[in-house]
């Protein structure tokens, strides 16, 4: 029984390391931009297809240094011409503009790839059993925990070090002052963009090694990330950080006593911090209203 | 509200609903098209009572419609052979769920208010799709049919005519609508109209802006359980796709496309909707990418819908 909780909160870590990645960059682009950007879910598909692509020429390594950079690059392409243009307006056409923008990008993986799944090769060193007692702890398992706790601390770094992180946080608060103290506004929202989009690629192709490439596979991780950043608390990344990684477990132990209830549980949990504390654990109050 | 033009709109548009079973089928339609777009119009237009009117956006009201089509299909499945009881049970499990869940949902606003609307209405998803023994998950709700109605000893006979159930549906849409246009001109509306244009001078003036918004998106959710309900008699069946979040942002681009600052702009905007999906769904494989396209021009090119177009600039 211990091993089966161990094995199953394990397993909820590693989806919620999933919703968190995926739950992270559309933090980053809701708090700097306020749009909810429904096609992160297709974002994600197309770099794990692109990756998937990629590997016969450049290998499983090459595929997961380049597949993320297209992504963002398209991401960065994306915004520049449709997103931009909602910026502003009522959050209900951005909204619909990245609702249909999921839609096209879900048909295109059909329409590329085809609508089976298939499979995702991954090399053999990281797919050994590290220990017999423990078996589900492979070692792709363990490498993707520590990649996306990699990816989480360099995005953190950027953020909180580097010029670029300094604007995107200042911007978060005031937009206006930030551009009228000579930043280019314009710019800093599509790099900004850009990123929270690499980190859909990313987060695509871990993805797709773990549970196979379908046209779907973005569609299926979207919603769990917006209730990671809502029980987070909306502008706060930590939170949503927090967010993914409990909702990841509570769906994790739901697997143990209630499996069929593993999905409808993180909304019992959104439900539950909406009525205790409305602005989410780590979040502040009167953001985004 | 009462200028002699939109009278005549009006009028024109009813001939056109009342008419519709008589010419759909020389245009290349047929009935049961013709009462998806009544259903999905009841839907829209129940969905912008809460956007057009209060300015708050559901991305969730597939939740409840979908909800009502079960209560519907399970209660004459399980229950009773009974197309009325079927509709009353539907819509009463329909408005409950926006009643409980709406008390937490008005508890956000703007952005905030759209996603948990959102994450809400996949719960229902996930409890359909995965409760296979009662709701015969992903494949759907069937082994039920509609049954005739009687009305004080006239028998309408829904069950085997489209035709009989177009007027059904019909009849749902035009006394939904009476009551919405009538609750939108009482105090009340006057009141959604004020918190919409500025709600924090609505509540400065001693208006209850959380009950307000409670209170109508309960009712929003009350007539779009009843488009739920019929949408399930309609098919007969019901499966897990009517109450997922892509039906809801269908419901939400029906209102927008028509024109959500116009009374009947919704309706307009979902039978353009439902008559464009029906053809580019038989006609290629990649309706979605169509859909999706239709999605980004008209966000990008006729943002105030097809209604808000005729209007032209000044009077929105």
């Known amino acids: ?289 | 509200m009462t200028q002699p033009r939109q009278l005549a709109a009006t009028a024109l548009l009813w001939a056109a609903l009342l008419t519709m079973p008589l010419w759909i089928n020389a245009i290349g339609g047929y009935t049961e098209l013709a009462s998806r777009v009544v259903v999905m119009g009841l839907a829209a237009m129940a969905l912008n009572f809460l956007l057009g009117y209060t300015g708050t956006l559901s991305f969730g009201h597939a939740a409840y419609f979908g909800l009502a089509a079960y209560g519907t299909g399970m209660t004459l499945k399980f229950l009773a052979p009974s197309t009325a009881l079927g509709m009353l049970v539907g819509v009463a499990a329909g408005t409950l769920a926006a009643a409980l869940l709406g008390a937490l949902i008005v508890r956000r606003r703007g952005v905030y208010f759209a996603m948990v609307t959102i994450a809400f209405g996949q719960v229902f998803y996930f409890i359909a799709f995965r409760w296979n023994s009662v709701t015969g998950g992903d494949d759907g709700l069937t082994g039920w049919r509609r049954q005739p109605l009687d009305f004080a000893g006239i028998r309408l006979d829904v069950q085997n005519s489209d035709t009989a159930f177009y007027y059904l549906a019909l009849a749902c849409l035009a006394v939904s609508a009476a009551a919405m246009a009538m609750l939108l001109r009482s105090p009340f509306g006057r009141t959604l109209l004020a918190i919409r244009e500025n709600e924090r001078r609505a509540r400065f003036l001693g208006l209850a802006v959380e009950r307000h918004l409670w209170l109508s998106f309960v009712i929003s959710c009350a007539f779009v359980s009843l488009a739920g309900t019929l949408y399930a008699l309609l098919n007969n069946f019901t499966d897990p796709r009517a109450l997922r979040w892509d039906m809801s942002g269908n419901f939400v681009m029906m209102a927008v496309l028509g024109g959500m600052r116009s009374f009947w702009g919704p309706l307009i905007g979902a039978a353009v909707f439902v008559v464009l999906q029906d053809y580019v769904s038989s006609h290629t494989e990649n309706w979605m990418s169509v859909v999706g396209l239709i999605f980004v021009l008209v966000v990008l090119f006729f943002p105030r819908g097809l209604l808000g177009l005729l209007r032209g600039r000044g009077s929105a």
Do not use: C, K
Not at chain 1, 40 to 53: Q, R, V
Not at chain 1, 98 to 109: C, M, N
């Open chain 1, 1 to 289: 029984m211990t091993q089966l909780i161990l094995f199953n909160v394990f397993n909820g870590l590693i989806t919620g390391a999933f919703y968190a990645l995926m739950a992270l960059g559309l933090s980053l682009i809701l708090n700097l931009s306020g749009v909810i950007n429904f096609a992160h879910g297709g974002f994600l598909a197309l770099g794990a297809y692109l990756a998937y692509s990629l590997m016969p020429f450049v290998g499983f390594w090459g595929a997961l240094l380049i597949a993320p950079l297209l992504t963002a690059a398209l991401g960065l392409v994306v915004e520049r011409l449709l997103i931009r243009r909602v910026y502003g307006r009522d959050p209900l056409y951005s909204l619909l503009l990245t609702f249909g923008l999921a839609y096209i990008l879900e048909d295109l993986v059909r329409y590329v790839w085809g609508a089976q799944s298939l499979p995702y090769p991954i090399p053999g060193v990281l797919t050994q059993p590290l220990s017999r007692q423990f078996f589900f702890l492979t070692g792709y398992r363990l490498f993707m925990v520590a990649l996306v706790a990699l990816a989480v601390t360099a995005l953190f770094l950027i953020l909180g070090r580097t010029r670029l992180g300094m604007r995107i946080r200042a911007g978060t608060l005031d937009l206006e002052t930030v551009g009228a103290l000579g930043v280019n506004v314009r710019v800093l929202r599509n790099l900004n963009f850009g990123l929270g989009i690499y980190l859909a690629g990313l987060a695509g192709v871990l993805a797709a090694g773990m549970l196979g490439l379908q046209p779907t596979i973005g569609t299926s991780l979207i919603m769990p990330s917006f209730v990671a950043i809502i029980v987070g608390g909306l502008g706060s990344l930590p939170g949503t950080l927090l967010g993914g990684l409990l909702i990841g477990v509570a769906s994790g132990l739901a697997t143990v006593y209630l499996p069929s209830a593993s999905e409808a549980i993180i909304y019992v949990m959104m439900g539950l911090v909406l009525l205790v504390r409305p602005r989410g654990l780590l979040g502040e109050e009167g953001r985004l209203q």
